[in-house]
């Protein structure tokens, strides 16, 4: 399939204007790997939090956009929470929970749904994002901030 410029840049237009939208709604952080320059087999192209910010309590929706270059059957996702870098949570989930397995090549939409405990401190958090293949091999490993707001949902 090729793509003429003229859908290239329609697709682009439409991109941007998502991303201007976007934050009405939700926030698109950042991604960083966590290794610079690595070269995964899984690339990540952006990730999109709702609400934003986090509240406590109340479940979180983290969409990551990714791409394989090779099928995925089965995958672990390791997640470690840091606040204000001190290690605070760290759970593992099966890859075909947050996402349809087998991911055929190509782009792909992680979807990790949170509720942070009610008691969780405001401020501002660093999430380490592993995603291990079913051999534990690495396919990818991404780094994002992210605030909880100071509205306390505790109370209802
Ligand atoms: C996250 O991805 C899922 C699955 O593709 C989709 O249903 C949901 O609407 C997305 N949520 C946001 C906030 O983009």
Not at 14 to 34: F, H, W
Not at 64 to 91: C, P, R
Not at 125 to 135: I, S, W
């Amino acid at each position: 399939m090729m793509a003429s410029i003229v859908g290239r840049r329609l697709l682009f237009s439409a991109s941007v204007l998502l991303i201007l939208l976007l934050p009405l709604l939700s926030a698109a952080t950042d991604v960083e790997y966590c290794k610079k320059g690595a070269d995964y087999p899984v690339k990540v192209s952006g990730i999109e939090i709702s609400p934003y910010p986090v509240a406590r309590g109340k479940p979180a929706t983290f969409n990551i956009s990714a791409n394989t270059g090779d099928k995925i059957s089965k995958g672990k996702l390791v997640i470690d929470v840091k606040y204000f870098g001190f290690h605070v949570h760290k759970e593992t989930h099966d890859l075909c929970e947050e996402t349809s397995c087998p991911v055929a090549t190509g782009d792909f939409i992680l979807s990790h749904q949170q509720t942070l405990p009610s008691f969780t401190p405001p401020g501002s958090y660093t999430l380490t994002m592993n995603l291990n293949g079913e051999n534990g091999q690495q396919l990818t490993c991404i780094i994002f901030d992210f605030s909880i707001g100071v509205v306390s949902v505790a109370d209802n």
